[in-house]
C-alpha cells in the first residue's frame, strides 16, 4: 500500500506541474458544490467578458501570438506563474508535504531553480530573436523547411502528451469537486479553452493565467494565513504539533522515499530546470513582452510570485497535518487512520474547508478549475502557433501565405486541438497517464532545449546537426519513458522495467547534445558552410536586439 | 529569416566595435558567474540530499524544528530571486546603456 502510494506521489509529481497523477486514484463524484460552481460562473464570465475585448484587438497574426508584443514584464511575469504553476502545484505538492514533509520542500525548490538560470542564459536571447514561436530561433540561420519541421513536431508531441495529461486530470478534478460527470467536465474544459483561444488568442490567454495566477495567489495565501493563526503564526509551535501527530513523527524532518538513488534525484533536477526551459508554451510568452528589458522583468516577476507560492505550500502542507488529519470528518468512516474523502489530492480542499467553511472551499475549487483552463489554454495557443505559423506558413506556403491565410489555419488548428484533446482525454479515463508528462518534460528537455542553446550559443550548429540531434532527442526521451517502470510495467503490465529509472532526462539530454554537435563538426556541405557564416549577424541581434521584432501599434 | 543590406552593415559596425566586445565579455561573465554559483548551490544540495540525506533533517539549534534542509532550501529561494534581482537591475541598466549607445552609433554612421 505504501509502496503504490509512493508510485502514485511520484507519479503525481516527479513530471512536475500537473496533476495528471490524479487520474491514478480513481475519484469518486461528489455531491453538486453550489459555491464552487457560483464562484466558478463568476470567473467564466469574466474571462469571456475579456475574450469578446480581446477578440476585438486581434486582428493581426502578431495579435494573435503574441498579444502584438505589446505585454508589459510585470504583467507577463504574472502570466508566466499563472502558466507555470498549475494544480499540481496547489492540491498535489500540498499533498506530498502533508503525507511525506520535507520531501515536498526539495521538490519545489526543483521546480524553481530553473528560473534563474533561463534569466541568465536565455531570457534575453529569446526575445531578441524570436518572434511567434521558437522555431524562429532554432532556424534563424538553418535550413527553414528541416529546423522547423523538427522544431513543431517536438512542439507538437510535448503539447498532445502535457493536453491529454491536463484534461484527464481536469475531468478527475473537476468530478472531485464539482461533482460533474467526467464527460461533461471534458467539454466544459475544451469547449472554453477553444473559446479563449480560437477568438481572444494570446491577448485573451494572457489576461486568463493573470487572472488566474492572482487567484491562485490570493487564495492560497489566505488559507495558510487562516491555518497559520490556529498555531499563534509560530512555525516550532506548528512544528511540534505536527511531529507529535505524524505516523513518521521526526522522519518527515528528513528526506524520504521520494528521491530513492542519487540518479533519481539528479535526473529529476536535470528534467525540471531544463525541460522548462524547453516547454513551448513557456517559451511563447517571452515574445509577448516590448524588448529583452521587459523579458527580464518577467523572470524577476515570475520567479519571486513561484518561490513565494512555494513557501505557503509548505506551510499549508504542515498545517494540513494538524487540521486536516486530526479530523475525523474528512476521513471514510470518520477513522483518522483510514483513507482521506476524496483521495491524498484533496487535502488543500479540505484545509480550507476546515479553516473558511463552504466558501473558501468554493472559491479554492474555483481556483483550481480556472487553473486548468489557463494552462491547457497556453498549451493550445502553442500548439496552434507550431501548426499555423511553422509548418503551414512556412514550411507548406514557404512564406507566401498571407496573415489572413495564415491565422485562419490557426484558429481552426486550435479548435482542432480542441477536439484532439477532448477525445484523448476521453479515451485515456481509466488510464494512468503520469508517464505522459513525464514525457513532456523528457522531450522538452532532450529536443527542444539542447538544438535551441546551441543555436544562440554555438556558431558550429549546422542544419544536419540540430535536425538529427533533434529528432535523437525525441526518439530517446520517448524510448527511455516506454522502457520505464511508468510505462512498461504500470500501463503496460509488464513483470519488470528495461530502463530502471522513471526520468529520462539525465540520458536523453546530454545524448541530444552529443550527437547534435558531432554531426554538426562532421557536417562541411556548402550549406553548413553558409549557416556558420550567418552565425555573427545573428549573434549581434542576440545582444543587443537590433532588427529584433517590434510590437506592433494599438 | 534573412537581414536586409543595411541592417547587415549595421551589424559589421556593431561588430567592429570594441565596446562591442566589452559589453559581450561583461554580461556574459556576470551571467555565467551567476549561473554557475545557482547551479552549484542547486546541484550541491541535491548531492547531500542524494548521498548523505541525514544531514539534512539536523537542527540548527536545541529545541528548534528549523533544520538544515528547510534553512537551506529557504535560502535558496531567497538568495536565487535576489540573484535574479542583481541580474536585471544590472543588465536593465548598465549593460542596456552600453547597448544603446553601441547601436545608436552604428545606426547614425551606416546612414
Known amino acids: 500500500m505504501l509502496a503504490r502510494l509512493n508510485v502514485l506521489l511520484l507519479g503525481l509529481l516527479a513530471p512536475a506541474l500537473s496533476f495528471a497523477g490524479d487520474a491514478i486514484s480513481a475519484t469518486e463524484k461528489q455531491p453538486l458544490n453550489l459555491h464552487a460552481i457560483g464562484m466558478f460562473v463568476l470567473f467564466v464570465s469574466m474571462t469571456l467578458g475579456i475574450t469578446y475585448w480581446a477578440a476585438g484587438r486581434t486582428k493581426s497574426a ?108 481536469a475531468g478527475q478534478l473537476i468530478k472531485l469537486l464539482f461533482g460533474l460527470d467526467y464527460t461533461i467536465a471534458l467539454f466544459v474544459v475544451g469547449a472554453l479553452m477553444m473559446v479563449y483561444v480560437t477568438f481572444g488568442g494570446m491577448v485573451a490567454t494572457t489576461w486568463v493565467q493573470i487572472i488566474k495566477a492572482c487567484m491562485l495567489l490570493a487564495g492560497g495565501t489566505l488559507v495558510m494565513i487562516l491555518a497559520m493563526s490556529q498555531f499563534g503564526f509560530s512555525f516550532e509551535n506548528l512544528m511540534t504539533k505536527a511531529i507529535s501527530v505524524h505516523s513518521l513523527g521526526e522522519k518527515i524532518l528528513f528526506p524520504g522515499s521520494l528521491l530513492p538513488d542519487p540518479v533519481t534525484a539528479l535526473s529529476l533536477g536535470l528534467g525540471l530546470m531544463f525541460g522548462t526551459a524547453g516547454l513551448p508554451h513557456i517559451l511563447m510568452r517571452f515574445f509577448t513582452v516590448t524588448n529583452a528589458k521587459e523579458a527580464r522583468k518577467s523572470v524577476l516577476y515570475a520567479s519571486g510570485f513561484v518561490a513565494y ?53 468554493g472559491f479554492l475549487s474555483a481556483v483550481a478549475f480556472a487553473t486548468i483552463l489557463a494552462v491547457v489554454s497556453g498549451l493550445a495557443l502553442a500548439g496552434a502557433a507550431a501548426i499555423s505559423h511553422d509548418i503551414y506558413a512556412r514550411v507548406i506556403r514557404q512564406g507566401k501565405a498571407t496573415e489572413t491565410e495564415e491565422l485562419r489555419v490557426s484558429k481552426l488548428s486550435s479548435v482542432g486541438l480542441g477536439i484532439v484533446a477532448i477525445v484523448l482525454g476521453i479515451a485515456f479515463e481509466k488510464m494512468n497517464v503520469a508517464f505522459m508528462v513525464a514525457l513532456a518534460f523528457g522531450i522538452a528537455a532532450s529536443a527542444n532545449f539542447p538544438v535551441l542553446i546551441l543555436s544562440m550559443y554555438w556558431k558550429g550548429l549546422t542544419t544536419r546537426g540540430a535536425v538529427i540531434g533533434g529528432y535523437v532527442g525525441l526518439v530517446a526521451a520517448v524510448l527511455f519513458v516506454l522502457l520505464s517502470k511508468s510505462v512498461w510495467v504500470t500501463v503496460l503490465g509488464n513483470a519488470q522495467a528495461l530502463f530502471p529509472y522513471d526520468q529520462p532526462a539525465l540520458f536523453s539530454m546530454p545524448l541530444a547534445f552529443l550527437v547534435t554537435i558531432i554531426i554538426s563538426k562532421l557536417d562541411n556541405s556548402a550549406e553548413a558552410q553558409a549557416e556558420r557564416a550567418q552565425f555573427d549577424d545573428q549573434y549581434v541581434r542576440a545582444q543587443t536586439g537590433f532588427g529584433a521584432a517590434e510590437a506592433s501599434a494599438h | ?38 547551479l552549484t548551490i542547486f546541484y550541491g544540495f541535491f548531492m547531500v540530499v542524494a548521498f548523505t540525506p541525514n544531514v539534512i533533517g539536523q537542527r540548527l539549534s536545541e529545541g528548534s524544528y528549523v533544520t538544515v534542509g528547510i534553512a537551506a532550501e529557504l535560502f535558496m529561494f531567497i538568495f536565487f530571486w535576489v540573484l535574479t534581482a542583481v541580474y536585471v537591475k544590472r543588465a536593465n541598466g548598465e549593460f542596456d546603456d552600453i547597448t544603446t549607445e553601441i547601436v545608436r552609433d552604428a545606426a547614425k554612421e551606416v546612414k
Open chain 1, 62 to 169: 502578431a495579435d494573435f501570438y503574441t498579444a502584438g508584443g505589446g505585454i508589459t514584464g510585470f504583467q507577463n511575469g504574472l502570466a508566466i506563474a499563472g502558466d507555470y504553476m498549475s494544480a499540481a502545484t496547489l492540491l498535489g505538492l500540498t499533498a506530498m508535504v502533508y503525507s511525506k514533509g520535507v520531501d515536498g520542500y526539495i521538490y519545489m525548490i526543483a521546480f524553481f531553480a530553473g528560473w534563474p538560470i533561463i534569466l541568465f542564459l536565455m531570457a534575453e536571447r529569446l526575445r531578441n530573436l524570436g518572434k511567434f514561436t521558437f522555431a524562429d530561433i532554432t532556424s534563424y540561420r538553418l535550413n527553414q523547411n528541416k529546423v522547423r519541421t523538427m522544431a513543431a513536431v517536438s512542439s507538437l508531441t510535448v503539447v498532445c502528451f502535457y493536453l491529454v495529461a491536463q484534461m484527464v486530470g
Open chain 1, 309 to 361: 507560492f512555494f513557501n505557503v505550500i509548505l506551510l499549508m502542507g504542515f498545517a494540513a497535518i494538524i487540521i486536516v488529519g486530526q479530523n475525523p470528518e474528512f476521513f471514510e468512516g470518520g477513522n483518522i487512520a483510514g483513507k482521506i474523502i476524496g483521495g491524498g489530492n484533496m487535502v488543500a480542499m479540505h484545509l480550507a474547508k476546515a479553516v473558511g467553511g463552504n466558501l473558501l472551499l
Open chain 2, 1 to 38: 529569416m534573412s537581414s536586409t543590406s543595411s541592417q547587415r552593415a549595421v551589424y559589421a559596425r556593431i561588430r567592429s566595435n570594441p565596446r562591442f566586445a566589452e559589453l559581450v565579455s561583461k554580461r556574459q561573465g556576470f551571467a555565467t558567474l551567476l549561473s554557475v554559483v545557482v
